[in-house]
């Protein structure tokens, strides 16, 4: 059975920093790994789709690392802005989900 | 294309009515989700299907029923509705396959429903 956690739950930061969010999977057998934001109220919007047979994938000033085999993901934001607040989710190919780290940045 | 489509958006029901919520998607994807959100909550998978004809409980299956009788629809069904029930509803569908590489998975903008 495939669970999903991520580190750190939630993150309050200034504008500007770098940031890393990360997320792991129990079952490594996955296709493919997605990362989507959820703003409040609102539904899920994808942000990057890793395929299993990639190490990365960039979208602007967002980098999504996948390691298949030690079964995690990282999420990297770079210069973060108040925009980015919401909550980050990632889910292997079946959408199972993990409760997601929730990024406040302030001005 | 459309992506996926749910309604109703918004829904009060009362305890003990039963009502369906909707959800359509027109990218051929095989793999379909329902998912409840409580606030401040993380998702939870209510049920699942592979492909027509085929659906499977997720987390929280108590209280709702299922059908997948086409691969664009794949309804959710209350009986009996419970105040336990208010929550947002997500849909979802996905084509996970190792060929295809249009595998994203696409969500609803999801149904308010409260139950009085």
């Known amino acids: 059975k495939q669970e999903v956690t991520q580190i750190p739950a939630a993150l309050s930061v200034p504008e500007g920093e770098n940031l890393v969010l990360n997320c792991s999977f129990t079952?490594?057998?996955?296709?493919?790994l997605q990362w989507f934001r959820q703003d409040p109220g609102k539904g899920l919007t994808s942000l990057l789709l890793?395929?299993?047979?990639?190490r990365e994938q960039t979208s602007g000033r967002l980098n999504a690392s996948l390691d298949k085999s030690s079964g995690r993901s990282t999420l990297y934001i770079a210069a973060s802005q108040p925009g980015d607040s919401a909550t980050y989710l990632c889910?292997?190919?079946?959408?199972?989900f993990g409760t997601g780290t929730r990024l406040q940045v302030f001005p | 294309n459309a992506g996926v489509t749910q309604t109703p958006k918004f829904r009060i029901l009362k305890i003990g009515q039963s009502m369906t919520l909707q959800c359509t998607q027109d990218?051929?994807?095989?793999?379909m989700y329902w998912y409840r959100q409580d606030p401040g909550m993380g998702l939870k998978l209510i049920y699942y299907?592979?492909?027509?004809?085929?659906?499977d409980k997720g987390e929280v299956p108590n209280g709702y029923n299922v059908s997948r009788s086409t691969t664009e629809d794949f309804p959710l069904r209350l009986e009996l509705a419970a105040p336990s029930q208010t929550s947002v509803y997500f849909c979802?569908?996905?084509?996970?396959?190792?060929?295809?590489?249009?595998?994203?998975?696409?969500f609803g903008q999801g149904t308010r429903l409260t139950v009085v």
């Open positions: 890793i395929q299993s047979s990639q």
């Open positions: 079952d490594s057998a996955i296709y493919n």
């Open positions: 889910a292997p190919d079946k959408l199972i």
């Open positions: 979802a569908s996905s084509y996970p396959s190792r060929q295809r590489q249009d595998t994203e998975a696409f």
């Open positions: 299907s592979v492909g027509a004809g085929i659906t």
């Open positions: 990218m051929n994807h095989n793999y």
